[in-house]
């Protein structure tokens, strides 16, 4: 149990790291609710520090105070609206820590509804200075209050995928950015540029970025992100590990049906493979995981089952069984199931 668990952990390290540098907290696109509800947000209702964004459509309404000043509070939050911030009754306020900054996007827009309260007592306050009130009437996008978003790395992720490393990062926003550049290593130490691709320039939107190393370096190699502005100066992401081997063992799996509906069981057969644990894994060509389970005593002909769930959608998958020293892998296509989505 001890290997079992020991692999999981190296296995969790090295075929999907991530690493996060800020909170993004998503209102919940479905026309949001109260500022103070779970259900209002994704993953959670926002805390100190975090980005928040109100979708467009959404309108996510302040009902009770909410105290981000400092000393509570002494990291900087921004809040992205696309859609509305509304104060609908009179006296609560928003306080938010120094160096914070609100955008209202085209689109968006900052009100409060609520009758009476002479125009003061509804307020958006920032480093205890207030830069917003009921008496300033609603302030629709394209705007501005406090300190316009930072360049701000939300995640780097590097997850390999079959021959290559499939390399996904997202941004909160982008001031000046020129470009990115994918670098690798083998010790962390020395890097080679392996792809650059444009940046943004400026953004308060988060932008999703792709790209794929095709010709990963076997064994434990490292990729990091460099951004560079337009002025020539970069920073540079956290440091992401990755492991790729080759299947050199002769042993290979074999999948059927395939393709699979949604809602049947996917039979994996083992061919020439002797293994005491493997990992099983599911994910889709993004690298997000359908289905994770060890499997103990692996022999030559040996058939385990994978259930594939009703609700996954359509599309290419790949499924990897890795042990200690192999890995093995194949291409899964789901299909969906016209019984299913009648339901």
Request: glycine fraction near 10%; proline fraction near 5%; charge should be negative.
């Amino acid at each position: 149990m001890k290997g079992i668990l020991y692999w999981c952990i190296i296995l969790l390290g090295f075929c999907i790291p991530k690493a996060q540098f800020a909170t993004i907290v998503t209102s919940n696109g479905t026309g949001g609710g109260a500022w103070g509800a779970p259900a209002t947000w994704s993953p959670s209702i926002p805390a100190c520090g975090d980005t928040i964004f109100i979708q467009a459509g959404d309108v996510v309404t302040v009902e009770n105070q909410q105290d981000f000043s400092e000393p509570g509070c002494a990291s900087p939050m921004f809040l992205i609206i696309d859609g509305t911030l509304d104060f609908p009754v009179n006296g609560p306020k928003l306080r938010l820590p120094c160096n914070s900054g609100v955008i209202i996007n085209t689109g968006g827009l900052l009100s409060a509804s609520g009758s009476g309260g002479g125009g003061s007592s509804n307020f958006l306050e920032i480093c205890a200075a207030v830069v917003w009130r009921k008496a300033d009437g609603s302030q629709s996008g394209p705007f501005v209050f406090g300190t316009p978003l930072p360049i701000e790395l939300v995640s780097f992720e590097a997850n390999i995928n079959e021959d290559r490393v499939d390399l996904r990062w997202i941004t909160a926003s982008e001031i000046n950015n020129d470009f990115f550049t994918i670098e690798r290593s083998t010790d962390a130490k020395v890097w080679e540029e392996v792809i650059t691709t444009n940046g943004a320039g400026n953004s308060n939107q988060l932008l999703e970025y792709f790209e794929t190393d095709y010709e990963p370096i076997v064994g434990i190699s490292y990729y990091r992100l460099k951004q560079t502005d337009f002025n020539g100066e970069y920073t540079y992401s956290n440091i992401v590990p990755v492991r790729y081997e080759v299947n050199t063992a002769g042993g290979n799996i074999n999948l059927f049906p395939s393709p699979v509906n949604a809602g049947e069981t996917l039979n994996i057969e083992f061919k020439d493979i002797f293994e005491s644990e493997l990992l099983v894994v599911l994910r889709d060509i993004k690298g997000r995981e359908f289905y994770s389970k060890v499997i103990v005593n692996i022999e030559d002909g040996k058939l385990i089952g994978v259930p594939i769930e009703k609700e996954i959608p359509a599309g290419i998958y790949l499924i990897t069984a890795s042990s200690e020293n192999q890995m093995y892998s194949q291409k899964l296509v789901v299909k969906s199931n016209s019984y299913y989505s009648q339901e």
